[in-house]
């Protein structure tokens, strides 16, 4: 199938900092990319979807001003945590949508830990 | 109740047992995924299925439209297909790909 590839995997930040999450599918165009958060043991959590060229569209109760995202090309979308505190620990994963017949690719994921 | 069922939550399960994992959905799909996630991993898209069946080494999986239902089933369990299995939908009223997700399954296969 389809590559997702995400960078970094693993990323340990202070308080106060803001980390950049980069999401590219490597073999195909994706003109729709989606941001999903994972705490322990639990499901995966749509935070936004990404359109090329396009503001992304989040999900109610996540913030846009916290989770910056910029869908710059048709490969490349990339998540910001901005000021990142302890509760925005979690795994973050992004897949991305292979044209017809649609199917979801999805990333290694990003184990972000705020000290 | 979710719109994306699966069952059972937990399944342990002997080296070279036969595995069922079922999955319920109460919206209309354009589409169904199983995805496959080991511990502290990223996720696996095994299968995305519309309608009948489909196999891929040991893994099959079967969709019945008119029920809303489907099943993972793993042939010839090993240790290595231990991970934690999820039943993903599309609504036929997504018109972005967005997917509802069951809570998955967690299997551990014993040697």
């Known amino acids: 199938g389809a590559v997702v590839s995400q960078h970094p995997s693993r990323v340990i930040c202070k308080s106060g900092t803001s980390v950049k999450i980069e999401c590219r599918s490597l073999d195909f165009q994706a003109t729709t990319m989606f941001w999903y958060r994972q705490f322990p043991k639990q499901s995966l959590m749509l935070m936004a979807t990404s359109n090329e060229g396009s503001k992304a569209t989040y999900e109610q109760g996540v913030e846009k001003d916290k989770f910056l995202i910029n869908h710059a090309s048709l490969t490349l979308s990339t998540l910001t945590v901005t000021s990142a505190h302890p509760e925005d620990s979690s795994f973050y994963i992004c897949s991305a949508i292979q044209g017809a017949p649609n199917e979801q690719f999805f990333g290694p994921g990003t184990r972000l830990t705020v000290l | ?111």
């Not at chain 2, 790909?97 to 998955?104: A, E, P």
């Open chain 2, 1 to 111: 109740k979710n719109e994306v069922e699966q069952s059972p939550q937990n399944l342990t399960a002997q080296e070279g047992e036969f595995i069922t994992i079922n999955c319920s959905y109460s919206v209309g799909i354009s589409a169904l995924h199983w995805l496959q996630q080991h511990p502290g991993g990223g996720i696996v898209s095994l299968f995305m299925l519309s309608s009948g069946k489909k196999k891929h080494g040991r893994l099959i999986a079967t969709i019945n439209i008119q029920e809303k239902h489907s099943s993972l089933h793993i042939t010839a369990s090993h240790p290595r297909d231990s991970a934690v299995y999820i039943c993903a939908v599309r609504s036929v009223s997504s018109n972005t790909g967005k997917l509802i997700f069951g809570q998955g399954t967690t299997l551990q296969v014993k040697p």
